[in-house]
């Protein structure tokens, strides 16, 4: 074997490692440090991975904590619809006369619906939260109020007044308002660019409409009047107080939970959608902020000599200082603009009429058979009866009515989600369906199952069959629900969610004049036929089916004019290709 000494002019291989030299890149660099910048790079890029998917696993996280916290507040909300369980007490304890007793009630439902626009308008522009806020107080103070009211007795005995009971639930039905319009907006901004945007407007709807059932069962079963007798009528002053300290503790819980998520996303759609429609181009609003942007330095170099190099770098740091602490307050005019912009495009939008008016229709006849229930059913058991089983009372069929109502809702939501059509420009619906349903279908469907109801009822055929009274329960609360729950959703796909609060408390407000309005038609058909001889005694009770048959054919025609209204502005709709 050779020694290395012999081997001096050539490379053995034992000596390779001995005698290499470290590579060198074309500069002379070590490339040691390429890859230490390599494995920091990669390192960068990996962190920056997990830090984007905690923070979308941080928006999901808020979004669905929104969610359920809509729901609690939505379930809790419509605590004013258990009125009719001690409204009666009113009478007997408080000796308020009839028309007092419907003067508290439509004291609340005028607060409830009046300032819709107003909390939606406030909603949008701000957030849910503070609407949460305003909602827990006005309704702990509202019931706080009416229970002292109540515990303090007649006003001839040393109490409160019959009007500081009207006072105390404005407060309840404005409470029900803000709580309501803060949730169902707080799911349609979350989940209205999704493709279950039906069932997530759906579900706080449906929940709404089962509160007064729960908290009237939580009356009547726990916080009832303990006597000798056993269990006696509802405790109105324990009854009043556990609202209050529930609605304020839910509306404590919506100020921390009801968070928008991606609201910036929202507008920005909005702002594209407007550059694409051209509504941008006359815009004074965007066209000063495109100058401003490029006069302060976005990009641009000073071209003035008189200012040496230290003055320019000292301008630039200011302006980029400026224009770092002006960026919120431009984005927040820039959302206000676009917010007044879209409302002024909803309210000069004529189908946006044509579906609000058939709203108008359905809804009042709507509430008019839900707030009569108990006078329609006596008519149908005249004397010498005695009145109705209990399988058929009022409290059977508001029962009846809620249950199917809260079916309805579900289900209009969930299958319009499912087989509606898409449209072609949005992001995560891209899938074709073998068969489409428009939710206009289900909601002219459903309408005509609501005039069917009020069809039996016109037609005196349950003045002969009072058992049949129950599928007109179940036709009106499936009608009168499916509407509910699709018009809200119908909005918020027609003109968007960023501005749902607004547009949607705008359509919202017609159901009260929908009521008074059939209320009073009710009142005088039945008041007219009981003048007419029909009656029992001085007490003008109204009995067959004169006393109601009237107004139920004017809802029916109501009914029907809704359908003709709906089915204009769905034309209106597929001729801007906008997929409902």
């Known amino acids: 074997m050779p020694s290395r000494s012999s081997s001096a002019n050539g490379i053995d291989k034992l000596d390779f490692d001995d005698n290499r030299h470290p590579p060198s890149t074309i500069d002379g660099s070590d490339t040691a440090g390429l890859l230490a910048d390599d494995e920091s790079l990669l390192s ?20 669905y904590m929104s969610f359920v916290s809509a729901i609690l507040s939505c379930l809790c909300a419509g605590s004013i619809t258990a009125y009719s369980l001690y409204g009666p007490l009113f009478q007997s304890r408080l000796h308020y006369t009839q028309v007092q007793v419907n003067a508290v009630s439509t004291a609340a439902e005028l607060a409830m619906y009046l300032p819709v626009p107003l909390f939606g308008y406030l909603c949008d522009r701000f957030s849910p939260r503070p609407l949460s806020i305003f909602a827990g107080i006005i309704f702990g103070l509202g019931y706080l109020l009416a229970a002292l009211t109540y515990h303090h007795g007649t006003a001839k005995d040393g109490g409160f007044p019959p009007a500081v009971m009207v006072v105390s639930f404005v407060g309840v039905g404005s409470g029900t308002s803000c709580m309501y319009l803060s949730a169902v907006t707080t799911c349609a901004k979350n989940f209205g660019r999704g493709k279950h945007k039906g069932l997530a407007l759906a579900m706080p709807i449906a929940a709404f409409s089962l509160s007064g059932m729960w908290q009237s ?26 609202l209050a300290i529930l609605l304020f503790v839910v509306g404590m819980i919506g100020a921390f939970a009801l968070n928008v998520v991606d609201e910036e996303e929202i507008i920005d759609e909005a702002v594209s959608e407007m550059e694409r429609s051209g509504l941008l181009e006359d815009s004074p609003f965007f066209q000063r902020s495109v100058l401003h942007d490029s006069s302060n ?45 879209e409302a002024r495009n909803f309210l000069f939008d004529h189908t946006m009429w044509f579906l609000a008016a058939g709203f108008f229709a359905v809804t009042g006849p709507g509430e008019a058979f839900i707030n009569n229930l108990g006078t329609i059913i006596n008519t149908l058991y005249p004397p010498p009866s005695a009145g109705p089983p209990s399988s ?5 069929h508001v029962s009846i009515v809620a249950l199917t109502s809260t079916l309805a809702r579900l289900l209009t939501g969930t299958l ?32 005509v199952l609501f005039s ?32 509910f729950s699709l018009t809200p959703i119908i909005v918020s796909v027609v003109w968007g969610a960023h501005n749902f609060g607004t547009n949607w408390g705008i359509v919202a407000v017609v159901p009260a004049a929908g009521a008074a309005l059939w209320g009073a038609i009710y009142a005088a058909v039945y008041d007219g036929a009981a003048g007419n001889g029909v009656d029992d005694g001085p007490e003008r009770l109204c009995y067959g089916a004169g006393c109601y048959a009237p107004t139920f054919w004017g809802m029916v025609a109501f009914s029907w004019i809704a359908v003709a209204l709906w089915a204009v502005a769905w034309r209106g709709w597929r001729k801007r290709e906008i997929a409902v």
């Not at 190099?309 to 927040?332: F, G, H, I, Q």
Request: proline residues 4%; charged residues 25%; hydrophobic residues 35%.
């Open 44 to 63: 960068d890029v990996v962190e920056g991975i997990i830090e984007r998917d905690r923070r979308r696993m941080r928006r999901q996280v808020t979004k």
């Open 217 to 242: 069962q939580i009356g009547s079963h726990l916080l009832y009047e303990r006597s000798g007798e056993g269990k006696g009528e509802v405790d109105v002053y324990r009854y009043f107080i556990f």
């Open 297 to 341: 330095g976005y990009g641009t170099i000073d071209s003035s000599d008189t200012i040496s190099n230290s003055a320019e770098a000292d301008d630039a740091d200011l302006d980029s200082t400026t224009r770092k602490s002006r960026r919120p307050n431009k984005d927040a005019r820039r959302k206000i603009w676009i917010l007044n912009n």
């Open 392 to 396: 058929n009372s009022p409290a059977t």
């Open 416 to 447: 319009s989600d499912l087989l509606a059509p898409t449209p072609s420009m949005t992001h995560d619906q891209s899938t074709t369906k073998r068969f489409t349903c428009s939710r206009l279908t289900f909601l002219l469907g459903s309408t």
């Open 452 to 483: 069917l109801g009020q069809l039996l009822l016109a037609s005196g055929l349950i003045q002969m069959h009072p058992s049949v009274f129950p599928l007109v329960s179940a036709l009106v609360g499936l009608g009168y629900g499916a509407v």
